[in-house]
């Protein structure tokens, strides 16, 4: 098979073996070359195009897994200098801001996508991974932003009243696309830098200013359809009043003769025309009120009749059905109603 030699001859001084792939970024300096002797199969390629070669450990694993020494954008580049390092999108929020910078060449492919219009550009990572994903470097108005990540010397809270601006373990960045919250206008923070303690804060209530109360949510300007909202609220409420006044403030005892604790419930409710919880229906009871018991049961089952296997509790002397409502007819217990 394959020789492998180790970059030191026997006394332990480093030999000058090169890797004879021409292009190969680093032909020398490797721990490890590997002598193609044309035979091998490894990878299941064929290595006889090689044979008698001298490859870097680099090389010899590109070729096991791809079949081919030439790297699908040619030789590797030399990385980006500091100066360099600078998202050239003018839509950019945070255009010095990131662990990677990008530079863009005639021959990039990632994605599928035309990156023609893009060379020699330099993108950031978030700005690489937008094209990627749909092409373009434009953000849509409703599109999640994510959040970008801050490092080195930027990683400082900009509030003023921040309690821990530079000890936090999060920052970040407020771009024109943030709009987390449900609705929050973040306008007013764009380029602003937040540790995580702050972002959550005007998350939930839209200011930074502890013990402030929050200011109610905009809608958005996409959402154009302001009066149906406004009437939904509207129905939202007049459900909440309508339930509310169910709820008998006074005369709380329960009418179904058979109740076994007719005063005693944390709620009563006063059945009317529009009652209809369980989808029972309820006008046979109209007008009655019931303990919370009762009111369940019926709303379950259509019937104040306890089931065959209650066992009634004693019932306090003096205690019965007020004398406005007729007992209900039928069956031991009182019968369906």
Not at 25 to 44: E, F, L, Q, R, W
Not at 115 to 139: D, H, M, P
Not at 160 to 178: F, L, M, V
Request: aromatic letters at 8%; proline letters at 6%; hydrophobic letters at 25%.
């Amino acid at each position: 098979g394959d020789k492998e030699y180790q970059d030191m001859g026997m006394d332990g001084a480093r030999t000058q073996r090169k890797c004879s792939y021409a292009n190969c970024s680093t032909p020398a300096g490797h721990s490890k070359y590997i002598k193609i002797d044309g035979v091998s199969k490894a990878g299941g390629r064929d290595w006889s195009p090689l044979a008698g070669r001298l490859l870097c450990n680099a090389c010899y694993y590109y070729y096991n897994k791809k079949g081919t020494l030439v790297r699908a954008q040619g030789p590797r580049k030399d990385p980006l200098s500091e100066n360099q390092k600078r998202c050239t999108f003018k839509g950019c929020a945070a255009p010095t801001l990131g662990k990677y910078f990008f530079q863009i060449d005639d021959s990039k492919r990632a994605g599928g996508k035309d990156w023609s219009s893009l060379t020699g550009e330099v993108l950031c990572e978030a700005c690489y991974n937008q094209f990627i994903k749909r092409g373009t470097l434009e953000r849509t108005s409703n599109q999640k932003r994510t959040k970008s990540k801050i490092i080195g010397e930027d990683r400082r809270c900009t509030f003023s009243h921040c309690s821990n601006p530079e000890g936090a373990r999060k920052y970040i960045q407020i771009d024109a696309g943030t709009r987390a919250g449900e609705g929050r206008d973040w306008s007013q923070m764009h380029g602003q830098i937040l540790c995580g303690a702050c972002y959550n804060q005007y998350l939930r209530k839209g200011t930074l200013e502890r013990g402030v109360r929050a200011p109610e949510k905009r809608m958005h300007p996409d959402d154009d359809d302001h009066a149906a909202h406004e009437e939904h609220q509207a129905k939202v409420a007049a459900k909440a009043a309508q339930q509310a006044a169910s709820q008998v403030s006074v005369h709380k005892r329960c009418h179904y003769q058979f109740c076994d604790n007719p005063t005693r419930s944390v709620h009563f409710f006063e059945v009317d025309p529009n009652t209809a919880p369980g989808g029972q229906d309820w006008t046979p009871i109209t007008g009655m009120v019931l303990c919370n018991a009762c009111y369940k049961r019926y709303g379950k089952t259509g019937s104040l009749e306890h089931p065959p296997d209650h066992v009634r509790k004693p019932r306090p002397l003096g205690v019965g059905v007020p004398p406005h409502i007729p007992p209900p007819v039928g069956g031991q217990d009182g019968g369906a109603l």
